[in-house]
């Protein structure tokens, strides 16, 4: 109606006359077919006079049925209808068609002569048919190190990703455009796993839809650094989405064994896990199998928030080997999905448990709506081993179209690559940063359920007494400087007005305040003549 409307504002005065005589029969005709006619006619001088008075002699219905003989699925024709141009020449609408195609094709045949012959295009070969799209999954393997992450940052170029290097292997190889890889929504991109900054991924996929050239993981591969690997391109279902079709996903944490020696031994690069701590880890690892909220394993995360709540399948710790004169052992977790930082703060909290330094009870309430302390570790040694697929190879894995995502074949490939730049990657960085050892030494700030005092002299010597003593002379202080309101109380007995509690220029120190702590007891001794103001300082 709009274009009806437009055409009859700027062209002829009696289009809806023409448009009810070609469009009477809508059930045989589309709609938009009469106003592509009315167009040819206003452009072909078929609006004459003489065929509006023939128009009005009888009803539009009567002629239209009288002249409207066929229908033509791509243009309205009429073989009786005929009419009067300038020339005095009959012409039906074939041959105002015959001509106006005559006529585009000379005006072309103009322009193309006028253009230079560089400007003129290719002959694409017929032999070199045009890739179509289709979706595919790619499995990749890479080395975290030195990476932001997985996911590619937009607004901040700056920052090395694993997609950002994806992006541009893509375009350098030609298997996407410039446009597509600034905007990966036109690809429908998606990722299985959105790894964090550092970790590494053994068996990672992603999923888009592109054309598929011959030998396509040896041309992405040529523009990738040699720890970025494109291991296999499969293709999979119009549908299919890497991130929602995963039925469960597997990672596995390398660390030291030094990180399961006593709190009161002495953690060095000769410990070595024996069978007993190997079975107690074990055995606190099955406590995080099954469903529960694991709220407190992740920040910003309410107990109520049902995203909490995670399904964890399998979790255990394999067999400790040695490299580089370190023990090292591999901690394998599978579950249906993870939550930001929970893998590094079970690990963590398993550690805290083997070390002695909480009891078995932490994980009566570790998992109920109270909110826990529980220390993170460090993200070196994470890595993401595999995605399962088990639902959708059950579904089109046999169908004889598609084929299963498992790529078993590529499991010699995948464990070579892990030894040569993640495995070597995560043990020279831990052999020359200590990264986890520094780590152990920072879990006494954690605050636990329970806490065994008795096993860690720092507890039981230095940090009740500091925060005793720290408290008292506080109090002393501000009793001292009469910080309360009104007159107050002062330390030798007494009462004094709040003039003389707030003279600034009195100096005190914590033997005047409280003569009962001594020099062993109150571990800092300000000089005698520093003023109120400086000790409180001091003391704060």
């Given at each position: ?13 009696h ?6 005589c ?35 002699e ?5 002629k ?8 033509n ?11 009067d141009?300038p ?49 595919v ?5 890479y ?25 541009r292997a ?101 410990f ?9 880890v ?44 370190m ?6 977790v ?8 929970q ?12 070390r ?6 932490v994980y ?9 302390d ?34 078993n ?33 920072t ?24 925060q ?16 309360c ?29 409280d ?6 007891t ?19």
């Amino acid at each position: 109606l709009h274009a009806v409307n437009n055409f009859v504002m700027l062209r002829c005065r009696h289009a809806f006359r023409i448009l009810n005589c070609v469009s009477i029969d809508l059930k045989r005709v589309r709609f938009q077919k009469p106003i592509i006619l009315i167009n040819q006619v206003a452009n072909t001088s078929f609006c004459s006079s003489n065929l509006i008075q023939k128009m009005e002699e009888s009803s539009p219905a009567e002629k239209t049925l009288d002249e409207m003989k066929t229908v033509n699925n791509d243009i309205i024709t009429t073989t009786d209808v005929v009419v009067d141009n300038p020339g005095n020449n009959k012409r039906s609408i074939e041959d105002v068609q015959s001509s106006e195609n005559e006529h585009k094709k000379l005006k072309q045949e103009n322009t193309n002569d006028t253009k230079p012959a560089t400007d003129q295009p290719e002959k694409v070969s017929a032999d070199t048919p045009r890739l179509r799209r289709k979706k595919v999954a790619i499995l990749m393997c890479y080395s975290g190190q030195g990476y932001y992450g997985m996911q590619i940052n937009r607004g901040e170029p700056h920052f090395k990703t694993i997609e950002g290097e994806l992006a541009r292997a893509l375009k350098e190889s030609g298997v996407i455009t410039e446009e597509e890889s600034n905007d990966f929504k036109k690809l429908r991109f998606q990722r299985a796993s959105r790894t964090d900054k550092g970790v590494s991924a053994a068996r990672q996929v992603v999923s888009m839809k592109v054309g598929t050239p011959d030998d396509m993981e040896a041309k992405i591969n040529a523009h990738l650094p040699p720890h970025i690997r494109i291991v296999a391109v499969t293709r999979a279902t119009q549908g299919f989405d890497c991130k929602n079709w995963a039925s469960s996903r597997t990672y596995s944490y390398l660390l030291p064994t030094l990180a399961f020696c006593p709190s009161d031994q002495v953690s060095t690069a000769t410990f070595r896990m024996t069978d007993d701590i190997l079975e107690n880890v074990n055995k606190i690892l099955t406590i995080y199998k099954g469903t529960k909220n694991f709220h407190n394993f992740t920040s910003g995360v309410a107990f109520s928030d049902k995203s909490a709540m995670r399904y964890m399948m399998e979790f255990q710790c394999g067999k400790p080997f040695l490299k580089e004169g370190m023990e090292f052992a591999v901690i394998e977790v599978q579950g249906q999905s993870f939550m930001l930082h929970q893998i590094r703060k079970m690990i963590g909290l398993m550690i805290a448990v083997v070390r002695g330094m909480a009891t078995e009870s932490v994980y009566d309430k570790v998992f109920l709506e109270e909110k826990m302390d529980i220390p993170k570790a460090p993200g070196l040694g994470l890595l993401l081993e595999r995605i399962h697929y088990l639902y959708y190879n059950r579904r089109y894995g046999n169908d004889g179209i598609h084929e299963s995502l498992e790529w078993n074949n590529k499991n010699e490939f995948i464990e070579n690559f892990k030894e040569e730049f993640i495995y070597s990657t995560i043990i020279n960085t831990e052999l020359r940063e200590q990264s986890m050892l520094e780590w152990l030494q920072t879990i006494i700030v954690h605050k636990f359920d329970t806490i065994r005092r008795h096993e860690n002299p720092y507890l039981t010597a230095y940090k009740p007494i500091a925060q005793q003593n720290a408290q008292k002379q506080r109090d002393k202080a501000k009793a001292a400087a009469g910080l309360c309101e009104g007159p107050v109380e002062a330390a030798a007995g007494g009462d004094v007005s709040q003039t003389e509690a707030t003279d600034t220029h009195k100096t005190i120190t914590p033997t005047e305040a409280d003569p009962q702590l001594t020099e062993a007891t109150a571990p800092l001794q300000p000089p005698e003549s520093q003023t109120l103001a400086a000790v409180t300082d001091v003391v704060t």
